[in-house]
């Protein structure tokens, strides 16, 4: 009788939660969905390129098809060019993994990678359905699912230790190491390294000295292959694109006799500066000193940490694709409950970031009542850094307790 009881309710509850549903029709559509036989019924509304489906997973594994005999992708001439880190080599030693069963590998990626995120966004009710859906539909999502592009292995190896084994320390410390020499950007995700080991004791230090240590070394054992793989790497300056650097970047594309423009970018680089450090300044002087934003599951605290490290990195020290601003997904969770508490900030982000994933949509529609749709772009930009001086503020807030000179 009991147990027909449990099985009853554990039917109520997955009939409540959404996300069931969604897993379901997600798996449906992976299944049965042929992009290469079916993508041109949607030609009239979009540009039609065959490469694009998982196009960046085929150029990667061409290149460990490549390392399993023994030959050198770097070498190759393809176009577009090889430009993943050679520790990808590693994938090679494992069956299955080739260019041959790209669609097979491209399908586990995505449902993978959208089953662990709903593993990690916890219940989902109506409005929260609404939401996630927003997201996970939008331009940048979607756009990074067709190419069935490497950040989606970054996004596994990053949340599998937090969602599967939470308490390891050091087996999240190993996933972290493993996606930072698959590719640079994930060492944004080491804030949660050093959360984890934010207290000053020799232990801590001793582990976070290594952890740097291994970073170093990786950097000038590879630091030929790194400077050339930033050559290969195509930018999209004005499309597809952001970073602190952007509308600099952008306005020069059109204006290329204007290298005076430059002062006008550092100008703005110290006024932002300036402004995140008032910002910081006013945490130690005012209520900002009471925000205790730890006050969440440690799940969304971590996801918090890993997603808002990626997107500060990226934005800070690189022009990024677009569909990077899809770890900014991993912040909602705490967002959510920071907002039900009221928490400063909270709702803006909530408000903005679907703005920000569905910019390409805004521009097509603005495109249909103006021929300069570039507005857009250079809006969403600044909403882009609107978001990191928010982060900026939250992070230090959740480190301030941790550190001794933030009383």
């Known amino acids: 009788m009991n147990m027909a009881g449990n099985n009853k309710a554990l039917l109520i509850g997955l009939k ?42 085929r150029l990667l594994l061409k290149g460990t098809d490549l390392y399993g005999i023994g030959k050198d992708p770097f070498k190759e001439h393809y176009e577009p060019p090889y430009n993943y880190p050679s520790f ?31 593993w990690a966004s916890g219940n989902w009710d109506a409005k929260k359905a609404f939401y996630y859906l927003l997201l996970l539909l939008s331009p940048v999502s979607l756009l990074l699912f067709e190419r069935g592009n490497n950040d989606l292995v970054i996004f596994l190896l990053l949340l599998f230790p937090i969602l599967v084994f939470p308490k390891s320390k050091l087996l ?63 930018i999209s300056i004005s499309e597809f694109s952001f970073g602190f650097q952007v509308p600099l970047e ?8 204007m290298y005076k423009i430059e002062g006008v970018y550092w100008a703005g680089y110290i006024v932002l500066w300036i402004s995140i450090i008032f910002l910081l300044f006013k945490i130690f002087r005012n209520q900002w000193n009471h925000v205790d934003l730890t006050n969440i599951t440690r799940r969304e605290l971590y996801l918090f940490l890993i997603g808002a490290g990626v997107f500060l990195f990226s934005f800070f020290l690189s022009i990024s694709w677009e569909y990077r601003l899809f770890f900014l997904v991993l912040c909602v969770p705490a967002l959510i409950s920071w907002a039900k508490s009221n928490q400063f900030g909270a709702k803006y982000m909530i408000i903005i970031l679907p703005i ?36 900026i ?15």
């Open 16 to 57: 409540k939660d959404l996300r069931i549903y969604y897993v379901l029709a997600l798996f449906i559509f992976l299944l049965v969905f042929d992009y290469n036989q079916y993508w041109y019924l949607f030609k009239s509304y979009i540009q039609f390129d065959s490469w694009s489906v998982y196009g960046d997973l």
């Open 88 to 118: 990808w080599r590693f994938f090679s030693y494992l069956k299955g993994f080739d260019a041959v069963h790209y669609k097979a590998i491209g399908f586990l990626l995505v449902f993978c990678t959208q089953s662990m995120l709903l």
């Open 172 to 234: 999240y410390i190993l996933f972290f190491l493993l996606a930072f020499m698959l590719k640079l950007y994930p060492i944004g995700a080491g804030l949660l390294v050093l959360y984890l080991y934010k207290e000053i004791n020799f232990k801590n230090i001793a582990v976070l000295i290594g952890v740097a240590v291994v970073i170093l070394v990786y950097i000038g054992l590879n630091y030929e292959e790194i400077i050339m793989i930033r050559e290969r790497t195509p």
């Open 250 to 257: 952008n306005f020069m594309s059109h204006n290329r006799k």
């Open 356 to 391: 920000i994933l569905w910019n390409q949509t805004l521009r097509k529609i603005t495109e249909m009542f103006s021929d300069n749709s570039n507005s857009i772009f250079l809006i969403n930009q600044l909403l882009i850094t609107s978001l990191a001086v928010v982060l």
């Open 393 to 407: 503020i939250y992070i230090f807030l959740i480190f301030k307790k941790s550190l001794n000179f933030m009383k």
